[in-house]
């Protein structure tokens, strides 16, 4: 049955689990409050060292329930003074359940919608949760952190696109390859790095020529 968490039983459980994760070395935490336009909307935002990635990762999955994948943005910060990469999981704690099936039957999951919101549901994993994860990285020519790929499914192509497109590497990942860029790319071509300087032609079709990749659209200096 489906149920309205009501925003003051969200904002207790992202308290509790901003708690929680704050007393794990190498992590910070903080309540973000968002706005949907009906209601208020608690969320967690937290960073965290690369060497505590793993661990929190784990953490988050047997410990709070968190158990989707839902996003990884990858970001070259070539000119920032304390990052030069920055990798950022979006996570989600969705409560969603399969339902057991007794005699080939499935058995419906039945919510009490009346204890939503109260002391029950806010000292157990009930209540959705949205978590940001960012995680800072060094200057280097080989940017990596560790894979999650194992922990959550969402991760397997998450993590496939932020290295094709940003070059960030993670380790551990099974069948990394390319998912946008074309299988044939050059080893080390990775567009989103501020290097390389992308332009948007009058369709909007991405290209990099400096590359030599000859991929100009055929009606390249024509009028449109």
């Known amino acids: 049955m489906g149920k309205k968490v009501t925003a003051a ?3 207790k459980s992202a308290e509790s689990l901003v708690e929680a994760i704050s007393a794990i ?8 409050t968002r706005s949907s336009g ?19 990762a784990e953490t988050l999955a047997a410990e709070h329930g968190v158990d989707h994948c ?13 990052k030069t990469w920055e990798v950022v999981y979006h996570l989600m704690r969705t409560c969603v359940s399969d339902p057991e ?3 080939g039957v499935v058995q419906p999951n039945i919510t009490d919608a009346n204890k939503v919101g109260s002391t029950y549901y806010w000292n ?7 978590i940001q994860i960012s995680i800072a990285l060094p200057d280097t020519r080989e940017p990596a952190v560790a894979s999650v790929q194992d922990i959550w499914v969402g991760a397997d192509w998450n993590e496939k696109e932020t290295w094709d497109l940003v070059g960030i590497d993670f380790e ?13 790319t050059p080893v080390g071509y990775h567009p989103l790095q501020k290097q390389h300087k992308l332009r948007y032609h009058g369709f909007e079709e991405m290209y990099d020529d400096a590359q030599g990749f000859l991929r100009k ?3 390249a200096g024509k009028v449109k």
């Open 9 to 11: 039983a969200q904002q």
């Open 25 to 32: 070395d190498g992590v910070s935490a903080a309540l973000d």
């Open 38 to 56: 009906t209601q208020a909307r608690h969320t967690v935002s937290g960073t965290c060292t690369p060497d505590s990635w793993r661990g929190l």
């Open 70 to 82: 839902s996003m990884i943005t990858g970001i070259h910060w070539p000119d920032a003074a304390d």
């Open 101 to 103: 099936t007794i005699e």
């Open 124 to 130: 157990h994993q009930d209540v959705p949760l949205e």
């Open 172 to 184: 551990g990942h099974e069948g990394m390859r390319r998912v946008l860029n074309p299988h044939e």
């Open 217 to 219: 659209p055929a009606d």
